[in-house]
């Protein structure tokens, strides 16, 4: 199994930013994909960002172009830098391990989590 934690969560204000850590241990290396997803209280539990062992990336239309994923294998750490921060951003953040690949034909990455984080509170005010 996969072990993952997150941090880097806190309170910004709009317009702010913020990076979040994801340390995956275990078997990560049953898994090729780490990625972030988002929940925010009543509502449903949303894709934000995923980042393959191959160095695949895909965002959320919501976070593209203010969001950025990115991975340090050594470290088995993958960061998501927010910036431009919206309080519609507020939300758990969860870091998941699992399995994605590219599709053929139109080149889109598909991912499956299979292990998740804790979560981490991010808060952003007006």
């Known amino acids: 199994q996969v072990q993952l934690a997150e941090s880097g969560g806190g309170l910004v204000q709009a317009g702010g930013s913020l990076t979040l850590d994801c340390v995956a241990s275990g078997s990560t290396d049953t898994m090729n994909a780490i990625g972030w997803y988002r929940q925010a209280p009543g509502k449903e539990r949303d894709f934000v960002a995923v980042?393959?062992?191959?160095?695949?990336?895909k965002y959320a239309d919501s976070v593209k172009g203010r969001f950025t994923i990115s991975r340090d294998g050594a470290k088995n750490t993958v960061y998501l830098r927010m910036n431009s921060l919206h309080p519609e951003d507020t939300a758990v953040y969860s870091c998941?391990?699992?399995?994605?690949?590219?599709?053929?034909?139109?080149?889109?990455?598909?991912?499956?989590?299979?292990?998740w984080g804790q979560g981490t509170q991010v808060t952003v005010s007006a």
């Open positions: 980042i393959s062992y191959g160095g695949s990336i």
């Open positions: 998941s391990a699992g399995r994605g690949a590219l599709t053929t034909g139109d080149g889109d990455y598909h991912y499956f989590p299979k292990y």
